[in-house]
């Protein structure tokens, strides 16, 4: 019987450790440092295309995990809120301009309501994310757009649940 505990206390850290390793990015050390600073810094590495795709989700195994959501679960506001921005900035290189709102909302279809729910600061982060100012101004009037489409309507076209 010990000789049974041993092996499965052996498999049980062979897995705890694949699991650990696998999930150990740099955005995820980042997250659990609660740290904006890291986050930026994790990001810096990404190419322009990849930046969701690293925030959004990670792939542990046959698990899927999101660093946004487990900042935000964990009580880690301050990256959850350096994410969030990060996904909401307006980038481009030559060839297109990249805006994270789709991904975004593609991959948290709920994040209204979780951010309600579990971390209310971060709203007005997230709301501020979707909307774009001109630099310009024409008779002090400034274009503005408002980026709400996905906070209106679902993937499916009916109303959202955040509404």
Not at 81 to 94: F, N, P, S
Not at 97 to 106: E, P
Not at 127 to 149: A, E, P, Q, T
Request: hydrophobic fraction near 45%.
């Amino acid at each position: 019987s010990q000789e049974a505990f041993r092996w499965a206390l052996g498999l049980i850290s062979k897995i705890l450790v694949r699991t650990i390793l696998e999930g150990s990015t740099i955005v995820m050390k980042a997250v659990n440092a609660n740290s904006s600073k890291l986050i930026r810094k994790a990001l810096s590495c990404a190419p322009r295309n990849k930046r969701s795709e690293w925030v959004l989700t990670i792939q542990v195994g046959t698990q899927q995990i999101s660093p946004l959501y487990w900042s935000i679960s964990v009580g880690n506001l301050e990256a959850a809120q350096a994410i969030i921005t990060d996904l909401l900035t307006i980038r481009a290189d030559r060839e297109r301009y990249y805006y994270g709102v789709d991904a975004l909302f593609t991959a948290h279809e709920d994040i209204v309501s979780v951010l309600v729910e579990q971390a209310k600061t971060l709203v007005p982060t997230l709301f501020d994310g979707l909307v774009w100012r001109s630099r310009h101004s024409v008779d002090g009037f400034r274009r503005v757009n408002y980026y709400v489409k996905h906070v209106l309507v679902n993937s499916k076209g009916g109303l959202a649940g955040a509404l």
